[in-house]
């Protein structure tokens, strides 16, 4: 599912990680994995361990967790408002906002992006339909530095004239390049008729027609509506020491006040309470619809299909999750088998928008040269038929199981991406320890739930169907239709600033935490001249595999350029022992994930996982 749903990342295939210990690179060693078995859940190896929650008596949410593998900490404001909340005429204005953020304080006039970039920070920041998230890593000696700037932008951002005027046209331009993806326009369509009364019908990054009228008074009343420490979530993750840092919270946040009162927009905390559901007057009419169909210069023929579903916290989640999860889960789900493998799509993906109020499941296919649309969509309500009338079966579901419970795991490697899931989870859900139900819930889930979703959600009735056909080619593959469900910031630093004035605004490098020592890395070498480096990492259940191959372009000929970059893409292609679907299965079996890229003159293999199995 996308970012803007639960932050479940891409899974992807791989192998053991014992392979590296016995010095043997083989795929065959795992030519025999069985089935997997049943599914347990992984709540003995908490994702919320460690995690402390405090909430300061101007409302705002403060989660700390403390993992001292590397001298760097994460700093992240998540505001609970997004496109969700705009109304008649406001579309837009949440993103439009967020670019304002960047523009400089009352007390530190200057675009903030330098000041973070002064700090060694790595920052951006994102809208999407149901939050807005600020987000910050560095060195464990800025930390100070990076909350105050963060609680000075909560109270006193520049909304002005020439502010808005400036950052008006950075995103009517942003809108503009995505109007060059006939993705975006294809999905813009779509969402409009499946959703026509609702604020989720609309692209995140709002219509040029709103954005033009956007007054400066309009967006300070967003601003202080919204940006209050009652309507936000600070997440602090990485190097420090605990208390003082909550101390510093106190005394850089809690000075600030709450502001005006929000109405609606509450939900509920617990898993399996629902305050709304997709047969609401809010969900799409029924009757089943015509196909929207647009024929416009585009490279390729593409298939959009919506299907209603209930918010995040509805008991049927998981079983709907499961679901995804068999249809599109890698290259041995059902979909891909059935239009990708066949011919029939040149690529396929799905996405379980599951959000603060009533979301949907979306399916996207690239038609294949030559192929029709029609046919595509006919294979597609065939195969979802099928799994309607057929329940999967054990070895299926437990491979869907077993690949959402590692993409969890996996996705919380680094800081950055736990104070990202600890943010999402808090801001949308209601709950940071979210993850751990939904896990859970996730084991419980059976062939029959599979089913009884199926029936009940991908229904033809609910359906809203888009074909785009290309009417000539016109050479521009578009950017990507993210800009629907989420913006995607490419900050631009502005005028060069004398240094001397930026330092003014800088605020002071402090250590709020003990110096920890960092561990290096065991080296050995095995009896075949392999060079094996270790390093013990137990802040999350998993190991990371990562072998260099002296096989890159340096070693490619001029008659045999991209021989290399052909070799890596086609690690996954099948063995001259199994072919791919038999290796996809067993890989996605094996709950790792793997990935190769050619990176100068070596080849690199990249492995994560193995969940559960090779912890040390």
């Known amino acids: ?85 705009e109304k008649a005429g406001e579309s837009g204005i949440s993103h439009q906002l967020e670019h304002l953020m960047f523009k400089g304080t009352t007390e530190r006039p200057v675009q903030f992006g330098r000041l973070f970039s002064a700090l060694g920070s790595q920052f951006n920041a994102f809208t999407s339909y149901d939050e807005t998230a600020y987000f910050g890593t560095v060195q464990r000696d800025k930390l100070q530095a990076l909350l105050t700037l963060e609680a000075d932008r909560m109270e006193g951002a520049l909304v002005g004239s020439e502010q808005l005027t400036s950052e008006k046209r950075v995103v009517i331009s942003e809108l503009q390049g995505y109007e060059n993806s006939p993705a975006y326009r294809l999905n813009r369509a779509v969402m409009r008729s499946a959703f026509p009364n609702r604020a989720y019908g609309l692209p995140v990054g709002g219509t040029k027609a709103d954005v033009e009228k956007f ?15 009652d309507n936000a979530t600070l997440v602090i993750t990485g190097d420090f020491a605990t208390e003082p840092v909550l101390k510093n919270v106190q005394e850089t946040f809690g000075k600030l006040a709450k502001r005006t009162s929000r109405a609606g927009g509450e939900i509920n905390s617990k898993l399996g309470v629902s305050s709304s559901s997709p047969s609401s007057s809010s969900s799409p009419s029924s009757g089943k619809k015509s196909p929207i169909v647009l024929k416009e210069p585009g490279s390729a023929a593409l298939l959009q299909a919506v299907y209603p579903l209930p918010d995040l916290n509805h008991p049927d989640v998981p079983a709907i999750d499961v679901m995804d999860a068999i249809l599109t889960g890698g290259r041995s789900s059902q979909l891909y088998q059935a239009l990708v493998e066949s011919g029939l799509a040149s690529s396929l993906s799905a996405s379980p928008a599951e959000l603060i109020e009533p979301g949907w499941y979306e399916i996207n296919a690239t038609a294949a040269p030559g192929q029709q649309l029609g046919k595509i969509a006919s294979v597609l309500q065939q195969s979802l038929a099928q799994l309607q009338q057929q329940q999967v079966t054990e070895a299926e579901l437990n491979r869907a199981k077993t690949q959402l419970q590692a993409s969890f795991v996996l996705s919380n490697q680094d800081i950055t991406s736990q104070a990202t899931q600890l943010g999402y989870n808090q801001t949308v859900a209601g709950d940071y320890r979210y993850v751990e139900r939904y896990l859970e819930a996730i084991a419980k889930v059976s062939a029959a739930d599979v089913q009884r979703v199926a029936k009940t959600y991908l229904n033809p009735a609910k359906q809203t169907i888009g074909f785009f056909e290309p009417t000539q080619p016109d050479g521009k593959p578009g950017t990507s239709s993210g800009g629907s469900g989420r913006t995607v910031e490419n900050f631009s630093p502005g005028k060069p600033v004398d240094p001397a004035e930026l330092a003014k605004y800088l605020p002071p490098a402090t250590s709020a935490t003990a110096s920890t020592t960092q561990p290096l890395a065991e080296q050995f070498t095995l009896k075949n001249g392999l060079r094996v480096f ?39 292609n099948g063995t001259q022992t199994k072919n791919a679907l038999t290796l996809a299965k067993t890989l996605e079996d094996r709950e790792s994930a793997w990935d190769s890229m050619r990176v100068g003159k070596e080849l690199v293999l990249v492995e994560m996982g193995y969940l559960l199995i090779c912890r040390y």
């Open 534 to 572: 270790l390093l013990a990492d137990h802040s999350v259940p998993t190991v990371n595999l990562s072998g260099q191959i002296d096989a890159g372009s340096e070693f490619d000929t001029n008659p045999k350029a991209g021989l290399s970059s052909l070799v890596a893409t086609n690690l996954m």
């Open 215 to 229: 007054t400066v008074q309009q967006v300070r009343d967003y601003y202080k509506t919204y940006y209050s420490p």
């Open 1 to 85: 599912m996308p970012f803007f749903s639960k932050l479940r990342p891409l899974i992807m295939a791989g192998f053991f990680f014992s392979l590296v210990l016995s010095g043997v690179l083989s795929l065959s060693n795992i030519s025999n994995a069985a089935t997997p078995g049943a599914v347990t859940p992984v709540s003995g190896l908490s994702l919320t361990q460690g995690v402390r929650k405090t909430v300061l008596e101007n409302g705002l949410t403060v989660l700390t967790k403390e993992v001292h593998t590397a001298p760097v900490v994460s700093v992240q404001v998540w505001y609970r408002v997004g496109s969700r909340n």
